[in-house]
């Protein structure tokens, strides 16, 4: 299986909004609801941000939300906040009963 | 609250095999998917595979042919073990749960697990 595809990196002034992409297949993002987004502090474990596509599990700010569309996914950050600084990977369910992930997108807040 | 916390060698010889447990505290194995995933130093997050209560497994087809996961809900623990190792094995080894209602996501982790293969 591939990897979804993710920028490497993008930018954001604090209070800004910034969206980081998905892409995958009909195989994968294309085809199931069940794309999740982590962020992850390097050193930290990696903390789920958004499941199935759009949810938010209980304590992730409202700031942070997720959709789809075809086989891309998206992450948006609105009101950037320094503590956002960190690096973002989206998986996907396959149609092989796996999971993927992405590359991975390095957050840097300006 | 769920924790999780990775425990094995921190070396492993090439050609050998990778064995780690994972400890689960504040919570149930029974019921859940229980994930395993891997971060090369500098590099993404890869997915190595999950297990269920059941027993029944999936893993990541590339690794399909060396990994066997299994777990022990007496101990509330789940195990991993991953033979004839190279260094690009090396990683950080992360372990995971998911939750109820949240589907094909790992919602608890392990602060993970470095694991260096060198002789």
């Known amino acids: 299986q591939s990897a979804l595809t993710q920028p490497a990196s993008v930018s954001g002034s604090p209070g800004q909004s910034i969206t980081i992409s998905c892409t995958g297949t009909s195989s994968d993002v294309g085809g199931y609801n069940y794309v999740s987004w982590y962020q992850h502090h390097p050193g930290k474990a990696p903390k789920l941000m958004i499941y199935?596509?759009?949810n938010r599990p209980s304590g992730v700010p409202d700031r942070f939300s997720g959709s789809k569309s075809g086989n891309t996914a998206s992450l948006t950050i609105s009101g950037l906040q320094a503590e956002d600084e960190a690096d973002y990977y989206c998986?996907?369910?396959?149609?092989?009963?796996?999971?993927?992930f992405g590359g991975g997108t390095k957050l840097t807040v300006l | 609250q769920v924790r999780l916390q990775e425990s094995g060698p921190g070396l492993v010889k090439p050609s050998e095999t990778l064995s780690l447990t994972c400890t689960v505290s504040g919570g149930s194995i029974s019921g859940y998917y229980c994930y395993w995933m891997r971060q090369p130093a500098g590099k993404g997050l890869e997915w190595i595979g999950r297990?269920?209560?059941?027993?029944?497994?999936d893993y990541n087809p590339s690794l399909k042919s060396r990994v066997t996961m299994s777990l022990d809900t007496s101990k509330n623990q789940f195990s991993l073990r991953l033979s004839s190792v190279t260094a690009e094995d090396t990683a950080v080894y992360f372990c995971a749960r998911d939750d109820k209602d949240i589907g094909a996501a790992a919602v608890f982790w392990g602060q993970g697990s470095l694991v260096t293969v060198s002789s």
């Open positions: 998986s996907s369910y396959t149609s092989s009963s796996t999971l993927v």
């Open positions: 297990i269920y209560t059941s027993g029944s497994t």
């Open positions: 199935e596509v759009s």
